[in-house]
């Protein structure tokens, strides 16, 4: 038997030796004089990001899943109760787009603004519990929370078609306060991941993924509407609902993936939130996030009534809301190739100085070429702003371990102004339809919270010049001769 003769040889590639910093390594093995060459891929370094591949790509298409679950789907409260409508004992609006399905034909024994607490209550959780969410994602529980948030949706829609006519409680349970829960549990974690693959790519990515949410708001509503005022009625109508958003958020639990490991140290949240509270920029942000949201609901709300209470008729009323939703959809599609150009904390100020411009210009509406421009002109700045609140949070955390806090603690704060500002644009807007009042007011806390972007992102360029100077400043003494 021929003898087995190995050796040691020095590794090469074709061009030449091969250095220990190159992807590729080789191992020879001489055996009865043939050589053999085996290959291999080490596994990549962490710092280094794909910037796509198929686990990139379809950990993308999941997060825009469930935006298109999440937060579209919540868009469609109007269908039930009629956000952007207003009930009162003058005027009662029965429009194409039935508004008052729960004052009408459910909740006929509770007032318009008890069922109104529903949809607050839906809305803020989404963003509230994002402090526990944010703070688990960052330990390492991702996939129990997209699973368990994913369940608990569809779990709230399917019981939410149980409810009885005049059971407030199980209403307010089912589609307030477990539903708000599920979102808030799938909502950060889905846009977070997106940076275990992307870091050159990143804010285009996340645009992308945020793009789900505005094609919800055009697509539920309008199934909804359909559904629950055809032949299948409410019960059937919510199942076939709960059907398909059970169906999309399966497929984005299985195509969403993990990249990075968690930090084998946990983080310390009482350490990061100390961190959140020195660092300048991020407190202009959180602050003109919540003055922001006062405001920017607003048109959300109300342009619809709006629209009817100056005589343009009912059904181009309802369209009002479709052309605002398109030029929304438009608009985070196309945000991730501006801010490219512009960078992301001079986009947002763009976005919300003009959303302000827009409110303030609502006084004016009259007419129907005013409410297609100020439609458009809306549902695209608003749709910039909203496609921007993720990579801004990125773009102020140093350390990517304490992203999923920094968002939970950005979010919840930010919709606290959401919570409250409708109520008081209402309040503003009394039974007798003073719209110049709400518009007002919406407009200027609205450009106070575009004021605080400004602050920031100077704050925000003058820390990236101290670092800067620091490191070179370390470098300096590094290189220093020891004596």
Known sequence: MASVKSESRTLHTAGGALRPQEHKERSEILLEGFQIAISCDPPPHPDEFPEGGLVAWTTALGSFLVQFCGFGYVTSFGVY????????????????????FYS?????NETTSAISWIGSLNVFLMTAVGLVSGSLYDRGYFYHLVIAGSLLQSFSLFMLSLSKPDQYYQIFLSQGLSLGIALGLIYIPSIAVISHHFRRRRTLVMTFSASGSSLGAII?????????NGPVGFANGVRISAGLVSALLLIACLCMRTRLD?????????????????????IFMTVGSFLFQIGFFYPIFFFQLDSIKHGLGTTFSFYSL??????????????GFIAAFTGVPNLTIVAT??????????TGLSSLASVIVLGVLYGYFFGLYIAM??????TLTPDLSELGARMGIAL?????????????SGALLTSNYTWWRPSLFSGIVSLAGGMMYIIMRFAFVRKQIQDKHITQLDIRVDNQPVD
């Open 262 to 282: 968690p930090p084998t140290i946990p983080v310390n949240y009482i350490a990061a939130t100390r961190k959140c509270v020195r660092d300048v920029p991020f």
């Open 412 to 424: 919840s704060i930010g919709g606290i102004g959401s919570l409250i500002g409708t109520p008081i």
């Open 81 to 100: 109760q009629g956000i952007a409508t207003h009930k009162s004992e003058h005027l009662t609006l029965n429009i194409y787009f039935p508004p008052d």
């Open 322 to 335: 479709v052309i605002l939703n398109a030029s929304n959809f438009v608009a985070r599609i196309t945000s």
């Open 104 to 108: 009408q034909h459910y909740l006929t």
């Open 220 to 228: 539920h509503p309008i199934m909804l509407n359909n559904l629950l």
């Open 389 to 394: 609140v993720a990579p801004l949070t990125t």
């Open 353 to 362: 100085i003009s959303c302000g411009v827009v409110i303030l210009g609502l």
